[in-house]
C-alpha cells in the first residue's frame, strides 16, 4: 500500500480550550480520505522557536483511534530513560520544567505563571517571551519556549483524547508536583 506524506504548515491561536480543540478537530475533517491502495500520513508544523525548533502533530498516531495525534519536538526533550524519540511525554515534559526550574529558582513563580497562562490557553508567543527577557541565558531561554510550546499542546491533546474528563487539570497537577508547588 502506497502512503502519502503530507506536511502542513498551521499555526493556531485559539484562546479557549473549547474553540482550539474545535480548530483541531475542524483541521483533520480537512485531511484527505484513504483508499485500498494508499493512505495519507501528516505532518502539522504548528509551533517554532528560536535555534530553528519546531514542534510538529503527526497523525494517525500508531493506535489510529480516529482523532489521535503525536506531538514531536525538534530539538528533542530529554527523556528520562535514555530513548531518543521525538514525541515527549507528560513526564518528559514535567523533567524539563524541573530541570529549568532547578536552573534559575528565583524565577520558579515565574515559570509556574508562565505554565498556568498556558494552561488558560494564553498565545504561548505572548507568554514566554516576558520571562524569556527576565532570564538572561540563551541556552535556558529557548528550553523555556520549547517546553511551554510542548505544554500547550500536551494540554490540547488531553483535551482532545478526554474532553469530558480532567485530562488537562491531571497534566498540570503534575507539573505542579514535580515542581513542589
Known amino acids: ?29 480537512d485531511e484527505s480520505s484513504g483508499s485500498a491502495n494508499s493512505y495519507q500520513r501528516y505532518r502539522y508544523n504548528v509551533e517554532t522557536f528560536s535555534e530553528s525548533g519546531v514542534i510538529y502533530l503527526h497523525r494517525p498516531a500508531f493506535k489510529n ?14 527523556r528520562d530513560d535514555g530513548k531518543r524519540y521525538k514525541n515527549p511525554r507528560h513526564r518528559d515534559l514535567t523533567q524539563e520544567l524541573l530541570f529549568i526550574s532547578n536552573s534559575i529558582p528565583q524565577f520558579k513563580g515565574e515559570i509556574w505563571g508562565s505554565i498556568l497562562n498556558v494552561f488558560n490557553c494564553e498565545n504561548v508567543a505572548n507568554v514566554s517571551p516576558e520571562l524569556c527577557n527576565q532570564v538572561g541565558d540563551t541556552e535556558l531561554e529557548w528550553r523555556i519556549e520549547r517546553a511551554l510550546k510542548v505544554a ?20 498540570l497537577d503534575g507539573i505542579r508536583e514535580k515542581l513542589g508547588l
Do not use: H, Y
Open 65 to 78: 483511534k480516529g482523532c489521535d495525534f503525536v506531538v514531536n519536538c525538534e530539538p528533542q526533550l530529554p
Open 1 to 29: 500500500m502506497a502512503v502519502e506524506r503530507i506536511t502542513i504548515d498551521w499555526r493556531m491561536d485559539e484562546s479557549s480550550r473549547e474553540t482550539q480543540r474545535t480548530a483541531v478537530l475542524m483541521k483533520w475533517s
Open 152 to 171: 500547550k499542546w500536551l494540554f490540547i491533546e488531553q483535551d482532545i483524547t478526554d474532553w469530558n474528563t480532567s485530562g488537562r487539570q491531571m497534566l
